[in-house]
């Protein structure tokens, strides 16, 4: 596996080097290469040679939309292709009043017009397979193309307007769509509060889609990513760090986005003055030419790449590597890229003496700087005035609603009584107020109590991820070292080993997974360790059968941890000793409490132990582990040979936690 990926910084998704509504799109993309292949070119070929036949329009709208969809996905350099057929898709659907065909054309054309940044046509597009949407009522579909078409806002930096139209889609998704979906909606809503610097909105959505990614890898490696980021813009390294490998650990197989992260992550360590580092990362990235990068981006890398060599006094290597770039980038629209230029220009000429160019460049850098800097503050400016004005409208009107409301209770009331009642009326007001301001000032504090509370819960997800994933490390380690082990004996303890240590990381990947942090589902933990010391052993379902009667409860961690690795000994004890010769039996496992005991009972019908197994059983470290477990739990164990073996053990030391219920 490479080493270590990075991902981007935040100054460059604040200024479009890297496209943000698309970041995710483009990432999945580029898994598919940067340049079509023979295969996919022989598919183009196979649906141009049957548009050439007698095909049925619904053919015609299917190949055409194909096609189309090809040139979309797999070539970069044929966007104008995609349009040509997929306007044809579409023109067909629209002549055969094809609904289903025109949400499917309408949809790729507006993706395409994305790519191609035509925002406004992307817009129309998308509005227009909206209203197919709406006509074959077909909510779905709909709720995509909105979904979609936020994207477009993010572009336009319309950011309120995109966050409104994500939280909606998202709140459609959690109830309506599969896990997947909402796990690319949650990341959308994080990835806008990333671009606008907003780290705790961003970080939460961003576990939230952790959450729901099933099996996913590669969003979970572009969370790991962004969170690496949130880290770094927080100038917490550890957990960047730590981020930055599991990003590595999950993109290791796809060339093409790894280089890219790779280049980021080559940055991050020259910030934190680690240049060798970063040297070492940036030639990887070059040998392999720069593989999920666009020709104007592979050339600032060389730039970054000569400035790093030219402050480790490699200056004719990073004069070379300037020359190679500067022609490419010295033209380019973007001015994070040309301050790039004058910042490595000026640090190479002043390693080789030339003072006054690099005097000429370091003033250009800095004028760019400079202007980066208060495009920066005018934008921050402007979103603080527009939600000043904002706010101090909302406030003027609640002023003169309350101010009408007070006139007209005046009014009515100076027909009767008028000084007593005008008098009540103001005490009224004095009180009104106050307990506006007492439940305001409630509010504030809740809200306090509910982002802590939001931060701790979100920290102590990321804890038993983090726990589970180090122990499923600790697993893959073990696992690795069976192949190479050749003893009977050595093998049979590391695969126990590997067992106990599995048996621990279920529990933390359960509890990261729940919506309850610290309790357990005994009975589906359980159920998933046992069936999965049967899979560990390769015990066929006709051979041994299981009966597994596990009492509904919850209980805490502590009391979790020790009891699975009892029930893992017990278990194992069974498949490897009861039924010796392939011999059919069964084993039961119960659990339930008892006189206010937890009773753990598990029994076989197999051969039995003789008083020499006891023995020996007494000297192994399976049983020492079990009586220092046991002891730990104030319980009691029962070995007894009625046909078979039965083991019971009662436990008087546990903590059981009420069973959570579902929350909206």
């Not at 981007?8 to 292949?37: C, E, W």
């Not at 119960?590 to 059983?617: P, S, Y």
Request: charged share 25%.
């Amino acid at each position: 596996m490479k080493n270590f990926p990075g991902s981007r910084t935040i100054n460059d998704l604040k200024s479009g080097q890297y496209h943000p509504a698309l970041a995710f799109l483009l990432f999945i993309i580029l898994l598919s290469g940067q340049r079509i292949n023979a295969q996919d070119l022989r598919h183009i070929d196979s649906m141009l040679l049957k548009l050439e036949g007698d095909i049925p329009d619904t053919l015609q709208m299917e190949y055409n939309w194909e096609i189309g969809n090809d040139y979309w996905l797999y070539h970069e350099d044929s966007l104008d292709l995609a349009k040509k057929y997929t306007k044809r898709s579409l023109q067909i659907a629209g002549e055969q009043n094809n609904n289903q065909w025109l949400i499917h054309g309408y949809n790729l054309l507006g993706k395409i017009f994305n790519l191609t940044q035509e925002l406004d046509s992307a817009l129309w597009s998308f509005d227009q397979g909206m209203e197919a949407c709406l006509a074959r009522e077909d909510s779905m579909r709909f709720m995509m193309l909105y979904d979609n078409k936020a994207n477009i806002y993010v572009d336009k930096g319309m950011y309120s307007e995109a966050l409104t139209m994500k939280q909606n889609a998202s709140d459609y998704f959690l109830n309506h769509a599969d896990s997947n979906t909402i796990s690319s909606s949650y990341f959308g809503l994080g990835y806008i509060y990333l671009i606008k610097g907003d780290n705790v909105p961003a970080k939460d959505y961003f576990y939230k889609s952790l959450s729901f990614a099933n099996d996913w890898p590669l969003i979970e490696s572009e969370i790991y990513g962004n969170l690496a980021m949130i880290y770094t813009d927080l100038k917490n390294t550890d957990s960047a760090e730590i981020c930055f490998r599991q990003s590595a650990f999950l993109s290791s197989e796809i060339p093409s986005i790894y280089n890219l992260n790779l280049y980021e992550y080559a940055l991050f360590k020259d910030e934190q003055g680690e240049q060798d580092s970063a040297i070492y990362y940036l030639e990887q990235v070059l040998s392999a030419e720069g593989q999920g990068m666009d020709l104007e981006q592979y050339q600032v890398m060389k730039l970054d790449f000569a400035r790093i060599l030219a402050r480790k006094g490699r200056t004719s290597e990073a004069k070379m590597y300037y020359d190679q770039a500067h022609a490419a980038v010295e033209d380019s629209q973007n001015s994070r890229h040309r301050r790039k230029l004058y910042e490595a220009k000026a640090v190479i000429f002043e390693s080789l003496g030339n003072s006054s160019e690099a005097l000429t460049a370091f003033k250009k850098y800095q004028e760019l700087q400079d202007s980066i800097q208060n495009a920066e503050s005018e934008e921050r400016f402007k979103e603080i005035e527009v939600k000043y004005e904002t706010e101090k409208k909302e406030q003027e009107i609640q002023y003169l609603n309350a101010e009408k409301e007070i006139s007209a209770l005046k009014l009515a009331s100076s027909r009767k009584w008028l000084t007593g009642l005008t008098l009540g009326l103001a005490a009224l007001a004095l009180l009104a107020f106050f307990l506006f301001w007492q439940r305001q000032k409630i509010k504030q504090q809740r809200d306090q109590i509910n982002i802590a509370l939001t931060e701790k819960e979100i920290l102590l997800r990321e804890i038993h991820h983090r726990v589970k994933n180090n122990l499923q490390f600790i697993s893959s380690l073990l696992g690795l070292q069976t192949e190479h082990v050749s003893d009977q004996t050595a093998l049979g303890a590391l695969q126990e080993g590997q067992d106990r240590v599995q048996s621990m990381a279920l529990i933390h990947q359960d509890l990261y997974q729940e919506d309850n942090l610290t309790g357990v589902d005994i009975k589906k933990y359980f159920t998933k360790l046992i069936r999965g010391l049967f899979d560990s052993y390769n015990i066929r379902r006709d051979q041994i059968t299981l009966d597994l009667d596990i009492e509904d409860l919850n209980l805490d961690v502590d009391s979790v941890v020790p009891l699975g690795l009892i029930a893992n000994e017990l278990v194992s004890n069974s498949l490897k000793y009861a039924f010796p010769q392939n011999r059919r039996g069964k084993i039961t496992v119960k659990l339930f409490e008892q006189n206010q005991q937890l009773i753990l009972q598990v029994a076989d019908d197999g051969i039995g132990m003789t008083t020499d197994n006891v023995r020996e059983l007494g000297t192994s470290f399976g049983y020492r582990l079990i009586e220092v477990l046991r002891e730990q739990m104030k319980g009691s164990l029962k070995i007894q040979n009625q046909d078979g073996t039965v083991v019971r053990l009662e436990i008087s030391k546990y903590q059981k936690n009420e069973i959570p219920t579902a929350t909206k």
